[in-house]
């Protein structure tokens, strides 16, 4: 396994001045995230695309993961990156999400990207559960044949307080809706925000993960993504499961709440997760 940073810390910081910051700390890999300040995909120039492959090469770093989650860019009154979600009641908003996800698609394979993330379905607000599900799977069709003609994975992040949370409600979607390049992104402190414990979900989940998102979650089980060490998670048995059901990609820090010190967070981060994973024995660089 190998271990990336995502640039979504670094909302403060050009883009190239963030991929240099993290290779200079030892990264190997980050994950681009495609909303300002750094791969809007809707306003991306050839010469901007061209600057983004630059930097990366200049730093002999490659792409983890497009981040296509967020969406800063739309700047929703009512939340800056779960809005405008799948399951939007109006079709219009609905819109906005899937050519943002399609774009993302093209911009990672333009990159050189295996994978982009997105949002699992987004706020049900008090709408039947099985009809929401049904709405994204009509939703995400389309966007899954783009994924298909690009050859780029879509990958799905559960998240607390969305339509997809939990394992097992990951697992009925995809008994819904296959491809080859439709996917999980297993995000670790969400697990463990809804109970679902990280290291036995992750061998439940098992073939089905195609990323890892990593960062730290208070006792409380609060969503705020905390540096690795500041909670409570086992990061341990999370990473030997992760071995034991035969991952080994990318395996991505994710610390955007850390954005007003992007470059300490990064350093401890990656200083604890690499010790952690040598004292139980499991390879990650």
């Not at 980050?30 to 791969?39: K, L, T, Y």
């Not at 306003?43 to 930097?55: E, M, N, T």
């Not at 290291?199 to 089980?221: M, P, S």
């Amino acid at each position: 396994m190998q271990l990336a940073f995502s640039t979504n810390a670094y909302l403060h910081h050009p883009f190239a001045d963030a991929v240099g910051r993290l290779a200079a700390m030892g990264y190997r890999g980050v994950e681009v995230m495609a909303d300002v300040p750094h791969a809007w995909p809707a306003y991306l120039l050839p010469q901007q695309k061209q600057a983004l492959r630059d930097a990366l090469a200049a730093n002999r770093l490659r792409i983890s993961n497009v981040n296509a989650f967020m969406m800063h860019a739309v700047n929703d009154h009512r939340q800056k990156y779960l809005h405008p979600s799948w399951i939007e009641p109006d079709a219009n908003y609905r819109r906005v999400r899937v050519d943002h996800t399609r774009r993302a698609l093209t911009l990672a394979k333009e990159l050189g990207a295996a994978c982009i993330t997105t949002e699992p379905g987004g706020p049900v607000e008090g709408r039947p559960w099985g009809e929401c599900l049904n709405l994204f799977v009509e939703m995400l069709k389309p966007v899954v044949e783009h994924a298909e003609k690009e050859g780029v994975m879509l990958l799905i992040e559960p998240e607390p307080e969305l339509l997809i949370e939990r394992a097992d409600q990951y697992l009925e979607f995809a008994g819904r809706l296959s491809s080859p390049f439709l996917g999980l992104n297993f995000d670790i402190g969400h697990s463990f925000c809804v109970k679902d414990d990280p290291a036995d979900t992750i061998r439940r989940l098992g073939k089905l993960i195609r990323h890892v998102h990593l960062e730290d979650i208070a006792a409380t089980r609060v969503h705020h993504h905390l540096i690795p060490g500041e909670g409570v998670i086992d990061f341990g048995a999370a990473l030997r499961a992760l071995t034991e059901v035969g991952y080994d990609g990318w395996v991505t820090i994710e610390l955007y709440t850390c954005h007003e010190n992007p470059d300490q967070a990064a350093k401890v981060a990656r200083e604890r997760v690499l010790k952690i994973a040598k004292d139980v024995g499991v390879e990650l660089s």
